[in-house]
């Protein structure tokens, strides 16, 4: 069975860097072909592919923020961390993991952790 | 980036009616095309993959069609755990995007 947790803080400030962390078990992403990716959800608004990171440390972004994000994993502790620098009220929203295989769509989410960027 | 946009923006219907969502990507995605279904507080649902295929689990009143650009989603019987917000979301290339969400609201 498998699952995706997300932790983190709720609160930000503006200007600091947010860390996020996905606790997955149920697969490894030492497997070939599995990927986790980031997601987020703005309140009121759609969601918004974020960056993936595959088993062999192939890393994609979201042009739009890619100066911003840096994904990484952790295969021995089951994790993968985004980090998003920088953060603005206009980041508040609700951040999911979820895993992927290749070619396969996103078939496995976390609940979602909200974080608020406010001074 | 390859834009989708999906129709309605929000849709008030029965249980029982069919329901159909329509999502056009700007550039042909084959069948490169999900669904998914979102309700407040609970993990994303996939609902469909690769256009057509539905995912292990969901229920086959939920149909998914179409490939380049125009896809729909169908749900054949609309029952009262299906109200909730519904997104489609291309993987043909990166940056992977997003529709607007339908919203299917209680008629």
């Known amino acids: 069975q498998i699952t995706l947790k997300e932790s983190g803080p709720t609160l930000v400030k503006p200007t600091q860097t947010l860390t996020l962390t996905c606790t997955f078990s149920?697969?490894?992403?030492?497997?070939?072909?599995?990927?986790v990716a980031w997601i987020r959800q703005p309140p009121g608004k759609a969601l918004e592919w974020l960056a993936l990171?595959?088993?062999?440390?192939?890393?994609y972004y979201n042009p739009s923020l890619k100066t911003r994000l840096t994904i990484t994993k952790d295969t021995s502790k089951n994790q993968v961390v985004l980090t998003m620098t920088n953060m603005d009220p206009v980041d508040t929203a609700t951040y999911y993991c979820?895993?992927?295989?290749?070619?396969?769509?996103?078939?496995?989410w976390g609940q979602g952790t909200l974080v608020t960027v406010s001074s | 980036d390859i834009q989708m946009t999906q129709s309605p923006s929000t849709l008030s219907a029965s249980v029982g009616d069919r329901v159909t969502i329509t999502c056009r990507a700007s550039q042909s995605i084959s069948i490169w095309l999900a669904w998914f279904q979102l309700k407040p507080g609970k993990a994303p649902k996939l609902l469909i993959y690769k256009a057509s295929s539905l995912e292990s689990g969901v229920p086959s009143r939920f149909s998914g069609s179409g490939s380049g650009t125009e896809f729909t989603l169908t749900i054949s019987s609309l029952q009262p755990d299906d109200f909730a917000t519904y997104y489609c979301q291309h993987f043909n290339n990166y940056p992977w995007t997003f529709g607007q969400g339908t919203k299917v609201e209680i008629k």
């Open positions: 990171i595959y088993w062999d440390d192939d890393k």
């Open positions: 149920g697969f490894s992403l030492s497997t070939s072909g599995v990927g």
């Open positions: 979820a895993h992927r295989l290749v070619a396969m769509a996103l078939d496995y």
